[in-house]
């Protein structure tokens, strides 16, 4: 039965830091679609006539991905004595959106930073280059550095923010494997949107887990497979949920659904599933499952796989059917108890002379648990082909133990009564 080592491989798939590509890559193409702000009459922070042009040509050779190029009108504005403070930080902040574009994350970091530095960019603008920097902080695997600033961004809003700032934070504590101010993070975020996000609920449920609190998680994922019934490791955590709480028809529930979403490619994932069928009495399923992923080689053609074939067409009474497979498994082993098991689908068929080759291999490679049975189904085989003399060889050798010597010696008194009625009848004759 699968139990909760399962559910800490599942966790460990969720709510991982964002990558810097993701994270930059959003930055930059933000800063395409901004325009550089058009020049005021009234006195304000605003790019005189000459910043302006040069920034927006920078902004243009950016989206066109010559980030080499986008930067010569920038440090124009860096190198020029006319041009304003503040126009020098938008320039630097500009150039963090390009060092962005050019997966330089460091770069990126370092230019925002030295943006926020000069003390001549507006708080609005601020506070979006605090909040980026947080972001890129984590995905350069700096949580601490990633804390500190979305601590630092909190504390300067002026009302409480949306949803995303505390999934961020929440993130962050996950990371940190602060699990509590992780869940009261999550909480926060998830009371502030009426449709629930995918990546908050994994964030939650992270904490769950991770804490061993099964029961809170288990209606969690009951809605998550409702609302993503696409998603795998949501099946999968409530599948190991079910097995905790020894529910295992729902957890064959659960199983058939990711198998019929067709989620199930591993050769491990589909034998799972045939066992599960075995298990659940639906031996036909699981034949159909094993055989047609040997036949496409997506279930390992291994002795184990043949042998859980076999054993499931021989549970569906499919005798003809579990010859093939028990065959192969039996040709992969080093012990002779596929060619046994071979032989009763032999005898199931009455097919004695296949079934009598079966149980001699069987017994040349050994290691049977049963090798008496063996031996007295070797005899039985024997006399059905009238090979008296060797049927009794055989039963002598199944006589040795005793749960089988009974049946063994009435086989031999059956034969030595035919025999000695057919002298007697050719006596007469």
Do not use: C
């Amino acid at each position: 039965m699968h139990r909760l080592p399962f559910l800490l491989i599942v966790f460990s798939l969720i709510a991982l830091p964002v990558s810097p590509l993701v994270i930059t890559g959003a930055l930059a193409e933000e800063a395409k679609k901004e325009k550089p702000q058009k020049p005021k009459t009234r006195r304000s922070q605003v790019l005189g006539k000459s910043a302006f042009r040069l920034i927006e040509k920078a902004q243009e050779l950016m989206g066109e991905e010559k980030f080499d190029e986008a930067m010569q009108p920038l440090q124009t504005i860096l190198d020029g004595d006319k041009f304003k403070p503040y126009e020098k930080a938008v320039a630097i902040q500009t150039m963090g959106y390009i060092y962005a574009g050019k997966e330089d994350y460091d770069a990126t970091i370092a230019s925002f930073e030295r943006a926020i530095a000069t003390g001549d960019l507006p708080p609005r603008v601020v506070s979006d280059l605090t909040y980026g920097l947080a972001q890129l902080h984590l995905a350069k695997d700096r949580p601490r550095k990633s804390l500190q600033l979305i601590e630092q961004w909190f504390a300067a809003q002026e009302k409480e923010p949306g949803g995303e700032p505390f999934a961020l934070k929440a993130q962050i504590y996950l990371i940190l494997e602060e699990l509590r101010p992780a869940e009261q993070a999550i909480r926060k975020a998830l009371s502030k949107t009426e449709e629930p996000k995918q990546q908050w609920t994994r964030i939650l449920l992270s904490v769950l887990l991770q804490e061993e609190r099964y029961g809170e998680a288990r209606p969690i994922l009951e809605d998550a497979v409702q609302i993503w019934p696409g998603v795998k490791v949501f099946w999968q955590q409530l599948t190991a949920i079910y097995y905790h709480f020894e529910e295992e028809k729902l957890a064959f529930v659960a199983h058939r659904a990711m198998h019929v979403q067709g989620m199930l490619t591993s050769s491990k994932e589909l034998s799972t599933m045939a066992q599960l069928y075995l298990y659940h009495d639906v031996p036909i399923k699981a034949a159909e499952i094993l055989q047609s992923g040997l036949d496409a080689k997506t279930i390992e053609a291994t002795e184990k796989h043949y042998e859980l074939l076999a054993r499931a067409y021989m549970q569906a009474r499919e005798w003809d059917k579990s010859i093939a497979p028990l065959t192969k498994a039996a040709e992969k082993s080093d012990e002779g108890k596929f060619y046994a098991q071979l032989a009763q689908s032999h005898i199931q068929n009455e097919n004695w002379k296949a079934a009598e080759s079966a149980l001699t291999k069987a017994l040349d490679k050994g290691g049977l648990d049963d090798e008496a049975d063996s031996w007295l189904l070797l005899g039985i085989a024997r006399t059905r082909l009238e090979k008296f003399d060797a049927a009794i060889k055989a039963f002598r050798k199944a006589g040795d133990d005793d749960d089988v010597a009974k049946d063994a010696f009435r086989w031999i008194r059956s034969i030595e009564r035919r025999l000695s009625e057919n002298r007697r009848a050719s006596a007469e004759r």
